[in-house]
Each structure stands twice: as structure tokens, then as C-alpha cells.
């Protein structure tokens, strides 16, 4: 009895991947114009997926790492590698395969973003490192350590404030800007605000 249920197991778990292999070799196609350049700043993903809501949390996809990205799946789904690790991109707030490409060239950049990260001071270099934040920094240095926010939370990112979602409890924090465009204070429950923010 414990073989067959194994010996099912094993044959059920080959049919599943043959499957999923060839719907994704049906649907996946190559890109025209591969996405490639670096990483523009701190990203995050979750069982492989870097999504476009940004939700922080998961594992730290360090600022500077080149990237590149050579098939889309649905108009949604891109898929390559960033430091050489293989990952996916999902635009969770696209409409179209040029709104995908949009966003994936904004956080793809052909600039390597470390050597402007190397001319900050030290302990915004260090927070930045850890994907964290203090008062005082530049919307530019918020922007390299968290990521874009959610396009669908923050449309403007000229706004006074920018919304970030956190995997503390699904609780947002909301980050407020001056006058000199330095952030000034976050906003949001402990856990979540602790999540983030540097401690110096």
C-alpha cells in the first residue's frame, strides 16, 4: 500500500510539472527589447515575485544588481534574473503589456545607482543597506531604500505623503514629507513603523 501511494505520488507530481511546463512554454514569450540594466533600488520578493505593489517585508533585492528580463507571460508577468538569481516581476496595477514595461523599466535602470548611494553620509548609506529609513532623509534616499510605493496607494509621487503596505499584519505606514522634501515623520502602527525604520 505505501508504495502505490508513493509511486502515485511520484507520477501525479511528473504530470503536474509537465503541465505547468507546457502552459508556460505556450504562453511565456520573448521579449522584443529585453528589460536589463540594474536594479534602481532596494526591491522585495516574496517566493520569487517582486510585485508592483511593493509590500514591505520578504527578502531584501539589494539596490545595484543587474538585472535582466527577457519573457512576458499574460502582459503581466516578466521573468529573468536579478544578480544572477532567476525571479519574476508582476505589475499588479497594469492594464496593458506597456504599462508592465513601463514599471519594469522604472525600477530596471541603466544607471548603477551604487556609486550615488556611496556618496551619502554613512548612516543613510547603512539604512539604506537594510532596506530602512529615518527622519531627515531625502524623498531620493526613501525612494533607493523602500522602493517605488504602490502606483495605486501613491499616484503622485509629488504628494506629501507615500503609502507603503507592510507584512506586519498587512498595516500600512504612511511617510510624510516637508517642505525641503526631507522625510519628517512615519506614520502607522509600532510593528509596522518598526518594520522599516532605521534605529540609530
Not at 511546463?21 to 528589460?35: D, I, K, R
Not at 550615488?116 to 530602512?132: C, E, F, M, N, T
Not at 500600512?172 to 509600532?190: A, C
Given at each position: 500500500?505505501?508504495?502505490?501511494?508513493?509511486k502515485f505520488g511520484k507520477f501525479g507530481g511528473w504530470i503536474a510539472l509537465a503541465g505547468a511546463a507546457l502552459l508556460s512554454g505556450c504562453v511565456a514569450v520573448p521579449?522584443?527589447?529585453p528589460v536589463s540594466g540594474y536594479t534602481c533600488c532596494n526591491l522585495r520578493s516574496y517566493?520569487?515575485?517582486i510585485s508592483s505593489n511593493n509590500v514591505q517585508g520578504g527578502d531584501l533585492v539589494a539596490a545595484g544588481e543587474p538585472a535582466r528580463f527577457e519573457q512576458i507571460k499574460k502582459n503581466y508577468y516578466l521573468y529573468g534574473t536579478i544578480g544572477g538569481t532567476e525571479l519574476a516581476l508582476r505589475d499588479d496595477n497594469a492594464r496593458s503589456k506597456e504599462d508592465t514595461l513601463r514599471w519594469a523599466n522604472r525600477i530596471i535602470v541603466a544607471e548603477d545607482p551604487r556609486p550615488k548611494l556611496a556618496a551619502w553620509p554613512s548612516d543613510v548609506q547603512k539604512a539604506i543597506r537594510y532596506g530602512?529609513?529615518?527622519t531627515g532623509m531625502t524623498r531620493e534616499q526613501v525612494l533607493m531604500s523602500l522602493g517605488y510605493p504602490?502606483?495605486?496607494d501613491t499616484p503622485d509621487l509629488n504628494a506629501d505623503s507615500w503609502l507603503y503596505w507592510t507584512s506586519i499584519?498587512?498595516?500600512?505606514?504612511d511617510l510624510h514629507f516637508g517642505k525641503d522634501q526631507r522625510?519628517?515623520?512615519?506614520?502607522?502602527r509600532p510593528s509596522a513603523v518598526r518594520m522599516i525604520?532605521?534605529?540609530r
Amino acid at each position: 500500500m505505501k508504495n502505490r501511494v508513493s509511486k502515485f505520488g511520484k507520477f501525479g507530481g511528473w504530470i503536474a510539472l509537465a503541465g505547468a511546463a507546457l502552459l508556460s512554454g505556450c504562453v511565456a514569450v520573448p521579449l522584443v527589447q529585453p528589460v536589463s540594466g540594474y536594479t534602481c533600488c532596494n526591491l522585495r520578493s516574496y517566493d520569487g515575485w517582486i510585485s508592483s505593489n511593493n509590500v514591505q517585508g520578504g527578502d531584501l533585492v539589494a539596490a545595484g544588481e543587474p538585472a535582466r528580463f527577457e519573457q512576458i507571460k499574460k502582459n503581466y508577468y516578466l521573468y529573468g534574473t536579478i544578480g544572477g538569481t532567476e525571479l519574476a516581476l508582476r505589475d499588479d496595477n497594469a492594464r496593458s503589456k506597456e504599462d508592465t514595461l513601463r514599471w519594469a523599466n522604472r525600477i530596471i535602470v541603466a544607471e548603477d545607482p551604487r556609486p550615488k548611494l556611496a556618496a551619502w553620509p554613512s548612516d543613510v548609506q547603512k539604512a539604506i543597506r537594510y532596506g530602512r529609513i529615518f527622519t531627515g532623509m531625502t524623498r531620493e534616499q526613501v525612494l533607493m531604500s523602500l522602493g517605488y510605493p504602490s502606483p495605486a496607494d501613491t499616484p503622485d509621487l509629488n504628494a506629501d505623503s507615500w503609502l507603503y503596505w507592510t507584512s506586519i499584519g498587512d498595516f500600512p505606514v504612511d511617510l510624510h514629507f516637508g517642505k525641503d522634501q526631507r522625510l519628517v515623520s512615519i506614520v502607522g502602527r509600532p510593528s509596522a513603523v518598526r518594520m522599516i525604520e532605521a534605529v540609530r
